[in-house]
């Protein structure tokens, strides 16, 4: 029902910054809410929640964080309400795997397990070099 959209993956060193984005589209072109979030996955890790915003407009929005990147990356919302970038300052090698954009329907909190959401980007590559 819902296609992502992600940009904005790429290969950097250790203390440089990348910005990612993810834009969710309806395919009947209808307007909804959406919690939207960025979850990580190295090679023989499991799939990782970073950060995750409540889009919804009665709330005003309330972002999530996983304790690995808290203070080093922010979520924040683009000009449309299904639009969220991710800014990763302060990269570390950890920070290396791919990023998946997810969403579901909009709630009152942010979801930070994978099985909560509903609709997943095809992921992007992020690698930090020592």
């Known amino acids: 029902q819902v296609q992502l959209v992600e940009s904005g993956g790429g290969l950097v060193q250790a203390g440089e910054s990348l910005r990612l984005s993810c834009t969710a589209s309806?395919?009947?072109?209808?307007?909804?809410?959406?919690?939207m979030g960025w979850f990580r996955q190295a090679p023989g890790k499991e799939r990782e929640f970073v950060a995750g915003?409540?889009?919804?407009?009665?709330?005003?929005?309330?972002?999530r964080y996983g304790d690995s990147v808290m203070g080093r990356f922010t979520i924040s919302r683009g000009s449309s309400k299904n639009t969220v970038h991710l800014q990763m300052d302060s990269m570390k090698p950890e920070d290396t795997a791919v990023y998946y954009c997810a969403a579901k329907y909009d709630a009152p909190v942010v979801a930070t397990t994978p099985s909560h959401y509903e609709w997943w980007g095809q992921g992007t590559q992020v690698t930090v070099s020592s």
């Open positions: 309806e395919r009947d072109g209808s307007s909804l809410s959406y919690v």
């Open positions: 915003i409540n889009n919804s407009a009665r709330s005003g929005g309330i972002d």
